[in-house]
């Protein structure tokens, strides 16, 4: 079949991305769905920051790639073999497929399953197809999903049910914003009820670590951005206090806001500056965890008599240490019962031939979540 999607054909493009148009969109062939692969309609797709770091080459990806890795939609066709699925459930796709047999996937930690590791740097699904081409050309996927389509193939591994209950528009983001910020709150700090939180970055990510941090019962959340609009936002859903990392004195207030420090620093922001901040503001025996991806060149000195002498604890975090198919029903329905409002992390919506202003509006912090509906 034929399907429209927007592809990567060159990384590193100039901005402002209205004008160079990193993102083409086209029509590609899509094969039908192998054995254990799926069939989605896509019927919505969010903007990450991810997609960001890979069209401006800070995360190289093989190219040409059809992108998108945040999406919700609805199942067309099962290939063979998929028998826990039908045409007409709604799902979410997960931007780790996870095999189920490795050893990572046997210790239940999903997000570290490694022939999906290889597959999402091959640019293939798991099986390590293509089902996407261009005039007998294989285009290559983006973690799996290929979601800024009207159709993508994907392995069933990639796939969440959800509640048809929720609108999926809402849904496509907790296949990573909510994933991946709840779940660093949840899954890999386990932040206990009436502790102190910082959250650095506040994109789709943090500020989804803010609601999480709510819904888990820390008593203070400080949230720190650089954009006062942000700060405000965060405020709104539920942080306690509000901090600019521009301020000269961010790590003296956040401190005295917090009696010597948090018990949990959050990053988000991807660069070593906020990495650097979420340890300082971490108090003595706390936990400082990231889920930015800086440029793999970059790195940050630490003070290990310092990590030895105040017991401290650096964690990273990737899709949340979440086990899709445990949490995504469970943010759902934390969501439905208004406990998780993550809708309010949208910042708009727009057609897939508005890609690349959106993906300015993301470059230049104006928007949170964008979310391409089809
Ligand atoms: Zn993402
Ligand atoms: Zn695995």
């Known amino acids: 079949m034929k399907t429209r999607a927007a592809v990567l054909t060159k990384m590193g493009a100039p901005p402002p991305y209205a004008q160079s148009k990193p993102l083409e969109i086209v029509e590609l062939d899509l094969a039908p769905p192998g054995p254990g692969e799926v069939l989605v309609r896509i019927k919505a797709a969010g903007l990450c920051h991810s997609d960001l770091s890979v069209i401006n080459g800070d ?12 999406a919700a939609g609805i199942v067309e066709t099962c290939g063979a073999g998929v028998d826990d699925l039908k045409p007409g459930d709604h799902v979410v796709l997960v931007f780790v497929p996870s095999c189920g047999h490795c050893l990572p996937c046997a210790e239940g930690r999903p997000a570290l399953c490694e022939p999906a590791a290889a597959a999402n740097t091959a640019g293939t699904l798991l099986s390590g197809a293509r089902r996407l ?9 983006h973690m799996g999903c290929s979601a800024f389509a009207q159709h993508a193939v994907v392995s069933r591994r990639s796939l969440v049910k959800v509640d048809p209950e929720i609108a999926l528009e809402d849904a496509a983001l907790f296949g990573c914003a909510v994933m991946t910020g709840v779940g660093a709150v949840v899954n890999t ?3 206990p009820a009436g502790s102190s939180v910082a959250v650095i970055g506040l994109g789709g990510v943090g500020l989804a670590a803010v609601l999480g941090a709510v819904a888990a019962g820390a008593a203070s959340i400080v949230a720190v951005d650089l954009s006062d609009g942000k700060l405000e936002l965060a405020r709104a859903l539920g942080a306690t206090d509000i901090v600019n990392a521009g301020a000269a004195d961010a790590v003296d207030r956040i401190k005295a806001l917090t009696e010597g420090g948090v018990n949990f620093a959050f990053e988000f922001a991807g660069v070593i500056r906020a990495m650097e901040l979420a340890y300082k503001i971490t108090r003595r025996g706390g ?7 800086p440029p793999p060149s970059q790195t940050m000195p630490l003070s290990i008599v310092n990590l030895v002498a105040e017991e401290r604890t650096i964690k990273g975090s990737y899709i949340g240490t979440c086990v899709p ?6 943010y759902v329905a934390l969501y439905r019962r208004g406990r998780l409002p993550v809708d309010r992390l949208k910042t708009g919506t727009l057609r897939l031939d508005e890609i690349n202003e959106g993906f300015d509006r993301l470059r230049e912090g104006k928007a949170v979540r964008q979310v391409i509906v089809f």
Do not use: K, N, Y
């Open 59 to 70: 995360r190289p990806r093989p190219i040409p790639m059809a992108l998108g890795h945040e």
């Open 133 to 141: 081409s261009q005039a007998g050309q294989p285009i290559h996927h």
């Open 189 to 191: 700090a386990q932040v």
């Open 287 to 293: 936990t400082t965890v990231t889920a930015g991806l």
């Open 325 to 330: 198919l445990r949490d995504v029903p469970r």
